[in-house]
Antibody
Framework: EVQLLESGGGTVQPGGSLRLSCATS??????????MAWVRQAPGKGLEWVSV????????YYADSVKGRFTVSRDNLKDTVYLQMNSLRVEDTAVYYC?????????????WGQGTKVTVSS | DIQMTQSPPTLSASVGDRVTITCRAS??????LAWYQQKPGKAPKLLIY???TLESGVPSRFSGSGSGTEFTLTISSLQPDDFATYYC?????????FGQGTKVEIK
């Protein structure tokens, strides 16, 4: 059974940085064959897609709201995905979820972690 | 960017009711539409993908239909475990957009 565990959330001032990690298990040898995603949810709000990284890491996709500030990466030897968040804004406050795509890079999100909370506040 | 509009935002229903949620896209998606269920404090759960394909383990009372720009999620007989918020999501051409959500409440 695939499991995802996010970490790295916390409270940071506007303009600051955080790096989120998503450690995975249960993929066997196949982590490197799946694209991975980050999705966030602001308090009391709906879901917002943030980023997707392809299986090999060579292709990355971002929502306009984070483009140029966030960087997604992965380490296929450690079965881990990262989200580097720079120039954080108050509106980036949210629970950040890591998710595995169903099959292909363009697919919906099949397995989700429990989320890590990010608060941007002065 | 593709915009997704869900209706209604809130739905009050009783156990046993047939419930329908609608999702409209600002441009054609073919069948690249998924539905998720989310309960308070929990991660979303994939219910349906490709507009009508039931994810493994999801009860058969859930069904999806539609193509192009209009889609529906139907719960044929609402159960106590189904009170939650439901989101549609388009996944077309390297962009992923969620609807605003529909909260299904106990009547």
């Amino acid at each position: 059974e695939v499991q995802l565990l996010e970490s790295g959330g916390g409270t940071v001032q506007p303009g600051g940085s955080l790096r989120l990690s998503c450690a995975t298990s249960g993929f066997g040898f196949y982590f490197s064959t799946y694209a991975m995603a980050w999705v966030r949810q602001a308090p009391g709000k709906g879901l917002e897609w943030v980023s997707v990284i392809s299986d090999g890491g060579g292709n990355t996709y971002y929502a306009d709201s984070v483009k140029g500030r966030f960087t997604v990466s992965r380490d296929n030897l450690k079965d881990t995905v990262y989200l580097q968040m720079n120039s954080l804004r108050v509106e980036d406050t949210a629970v950040y979820y890591c998710a595995k795509v169903l099959r292909d890079t363009t697919d919906p999100f099949h397995v989700w972690g429990q989320g890590t909370k990010v608060t941007v506040s002065s | 960017d593709i915009q997704m509009t869900q209706s209604p935002p809130t739905l009050s229903a009783s156990v046993g009711d047939r419930v329908t949620i609608t999702c409209r896209a600002s441009q054609s998606l073919s069948s690249w539409l998924a539905w998720y269920q989310q309960k308070p404090g929990k991660a979303p759960k994939l219910l349906i993908y490709r507009a009508s394909t039931l994810e493994s383990g999801v009860p058969s009372r859930f069904s999806g239909s539609g193509s192009g720009t209009e889609f529906t999620l139907t719960i044929s007989s609402l159960q106590p475990d189904d009170f939650a918020t439901y989101y549609c999501q388009q996944y077309n051409s390297y962009s992923w957009t969620f609807g605003q959500g529909t909260k299904v409440e106990i009547k």
